[in-house]
């Protein structure tokens, strides 16, 4: 084997390491679970910053997604500001770090989602999953 054949070998394995470590689910200390499914090359999404983003929202029952109670794609991008509650607090956790092209999945228990009130079509101490599409950041 030439040396070039053993370096790009190597490089690929690394890639292939690397990739495996990256999909690994990240239990955040708020209890959300983050698992990059497309890591993102851009701006890194920080707390205070507008973040522009694609979602779809899904009911998470039983360690399986649900029912989808709802979408940005199709539609408009959502924008919000990083982290002043705007949001659910398992966005705010969720995005954070994320980088710009990035896809992300979270899974969200009630108490960072919409808790024991519920909202509209999520019932009441429901878990969610979301697949977010980080689309830009200013």
Same mark, same amino acid.
């Given at each position: 084997?030439?040396?070039? @054949?053993?370096?790009l070998?190597t490089?690929a !394995?690394l890639?292939?390491n +690397? !990739?495996? #470590?990256?999909?690994? &689910?990240?239990?955040l200390?708020?209890?959300?679970? #983050? /698992?990059?499914?497309?890591? *993102?090359? *851009?701006? =890194? !999404?920080?707390?205070?910053?507008?973040?522009?983003?694609?979602?779809t929202? $899904?009911l998470?029952v039983?360690?399986? @997604?649900? %029912?989808?109670?709802?979408s940005s794609?199709? *539609?408009?991008?959502?924008?919000? @500001?990083?982290?002043?509650?705007? =949001?659910? @607090?398992? $966005?705010? /956790?969720?995005? +954070?770090?994320? %980088?710009v092209?990035? =896809?992300?999945?979270?899974? #969200? &228990?009630?108490e !960072?989602?919409?808790?024991? /009130?519920?909202?509209?079509?999520?019932? &009441?101490?429901?878990?969610?999953?979301?697949?977010? /599409?980080?689309?830009? =950041?200013?």
């Amino acid at each position: 084997m030439t040396i070039s @054949r053993l370096l790009l070998a190597t490089a690929a !394995a690394l890639m292939m390491n +690397a !990739a495996a #470590i990256a999909a690994e &689910p990240v239990l955040l200390p708020g209890g959300v679970q #983050i /698992e990059d499914i497309e890591p *993102g090359t *851009g701006a =890194v !999404a920080q707390p205070g910053q507008a973040v522009t983003v694609h979602y779809t929202g $899904w009911l998470y029952v039983n360690d399986e @997604r649900g %029912k989808s109670f709802d979408s940005s794609h199709g *539609g408009a991008p959502f924008t919000f @500001r990083l982290g002043a509650g705007e =949001v659910i @607090r398992g $966005w705010d /956790e969720g995005v +954070a770090g994320m %980088k710009v092209g990035g =896809v992300r999945t979270l899974i #969200i &228990p009630p108490e !960072a989602g919409y808790g024991a /009130e519920g909202d509209g079509t999520i019932p &009441p101490n429901s878990w969610l999953l979301f697949e977010i /599409e980080l689309l830009g =950041v200013r």
